[in-house]
Each structure stands twice: as C-alpha cells, then as structure tokens.
C-alpha cells in the first residue's frame, strides 16, 4: 500500500511516497510566501513504471490548492506534466508576467 507524507522544515523538504513502509519515491520543494517551488522528482528504480511520480505529482499539487500556493516547476517532470496538460494545472501554475 502506498502512503504520501509531507516533511517540511522552516523552508525545504519533501514530499515522500512509501510502498509497504519502503520510501519508494520523493520530490525535493521548497514554500517561500506563496510559492511552492518543486526542484527534483525521484522515483526508486525497483517502483518505476507504476505511476509513482504521478502519485507525487497530486500530492504536490493537491497541497498548494489547500494552502492557496502557486507552483514553481524547476523540476523537469513536472514541468513537462504542466506543459502537456496546462487546464488541469492552471490554476496552480506559477508563470512569470511577461
């Protein structure tokens, strides 16, 4: 069975994914005002291939719609997963004015 936890420090941390109490996965944040930024998305090799970073990715962006937080996607994963699919993240997507 899969588990997400959330393990912040005053401005760094991660968000965890556990398979049978194995971490199997994590992303690398940080939460600055409101801005949620995401740098790394890891994913052991034993679990790739069976959604994980995915799992990661709802928990990422299901905390910043909780916390009224804009994602900044450092991280090319998710990057590339807001790229494909910007209506369903749009609303949490930070973009710089231009």
Same mark, same amino acid.
């Given at each position: ?18 398979? +049978? =109490?194995?971490? /199997? @996965? ?7 005002? #409101?801005? *949620?930024?995401? !740098?790394?998305? $890891?994913? +052991? =090799?034993?679990? /790739? @291939? ?7 990715? #709802?928990? *990422?962006?299901? !905390?910043?719609? $909780?916390? +009224? ?30």
């Amino acid at each position: 069975m899969e588990t997400i936890k959330l393990v912040l420090g005053k401005v760094r941390g991660e968000i965890q994914l556990f398979s +049978d =109490d194995k971490k /199997a @996965g994590k992303m690398d944040i940080s939460i600055i005002g #409101n801005k *949620l930024t995401v !740098y790394h998305t $890891e994913v +052991d =090799d034993e679990y /790739a @291939g069976n959604g994980f970073a995915k799992l990661l990715l #709802n928990e *990422l962006v299901t !905390y910043a719609r $909780e916390n +009224d937080l804009k994602i900044v996607p450092l991280c090319p994963y998710v990057y590339a997963q807001f790229k494909r699919s910007p209506e369903q993240y749009d609303d949490v997507w930070f973009k710089e004015d231009k």
